[in-house]
C-alpha cells in the first residue's frame, strides 16, 4: 500500500483507515467470513522550511578597497528558524570569479533554531572591480530528500587596486 500526501499550509495530519483485505484466489471480498480487516493509522506532516540569511533586507557584501595579493573576509549568519534541520550549499557561478572567492564553510546542515556563520574570503592577484555582483548563489535544502527548497543570490562589492607611488625628483 502506497499513500502520497500533499498539502499547502503547515499542519499535522492525522487519519486512520480501514482496509479490507483477502485472498483473491478464494471468492476475494465477497465473502464477510474470509475478509480480513485492518485498521491503519496515517500521520503526516506538512512543515515549511524557514532560513534566515540576513537580518536586514540587503543580502551583499561589500569588501571596499582592497590591495591586489590582499586577503579581506566578510561574514553573514545563516540561521534555521524553522522546525527540522536544514541543508546549505553556496556555488559560484562563474570561474573568474570562483578563483576571487572562497566560502567556508561551503556546505552543511543547521539544526532547528541554530545558525551557522558564513565566512566568504576575496583576493585577487589582478585588479578586479565587481559591483552588486550575483555569482555567489545559496541553495537551502531539505535534508532528507536533497529537494532544493529555496535559492538566493549574495551581492557581492569589491575593488581590488595596486598600490600607485609618484616618484618626483627632489
Do not use: M
Amino acid at each position: 500500500i502506497k499513500v502520497y500526501f500533499t498539502a499547502i499550509t503547515e499542519n499535522v495530519f492525522k487519519q486512520t483507515i480501514q482496509v479490507l483485505y483477502s485472498d483473491f484466489e478464494n471468492e476475494g471480498l465477497e465473502f464477510e467470513a474470509r475478509v480480513k480487516k485492518e485498521k491503519l493509522d496515517i500521520v503526516a506532516e506538512a512543515y515549511q522550511i524557514k532560513a534566515v540569511a540576513f537580518d536586514d533586507s540587503l543580502a551583499s557584501l561589500d569588501f571596499g578597497n582592497v590591495r591586489v595579493g590582499e586577503e579581506s573576509t566578510q561574514s553573514f549568519s545563516l540561521k534555521n528558524n524553522g522546525k527540522y534541520d536544514i541543508e546549505y550549499s553556496f556555488a559560484i557561478r562563474r570561474p573568474g570569479t570562483a578563483q576571487l572567492f572562497t566560502i567556508e564553510p561551503e556546505s552543511g546542515s543547521i539544526p532547528p533554531a541554530g545558525n551557522v556563520d558564513i565566512a566568504v574570503k576575496f583576493c585577487s592577484v589582478n585588479e578586479v572591480s565587481l559591483r552588486d555582483n550575483k555569482d555567489l548563489k545559496c541553495t537551502i535544502k531539505e535534508p532528507h530528500t536533497g529537494e532544493a527548497f529555496e535559492s538566493f543570490n549574495v551581492s557581492t562589492s569589491v575593488r581590488s587596486h595596486w598600490s600607485i607611488f609618484r616618484l618626483q625628483p627632489g
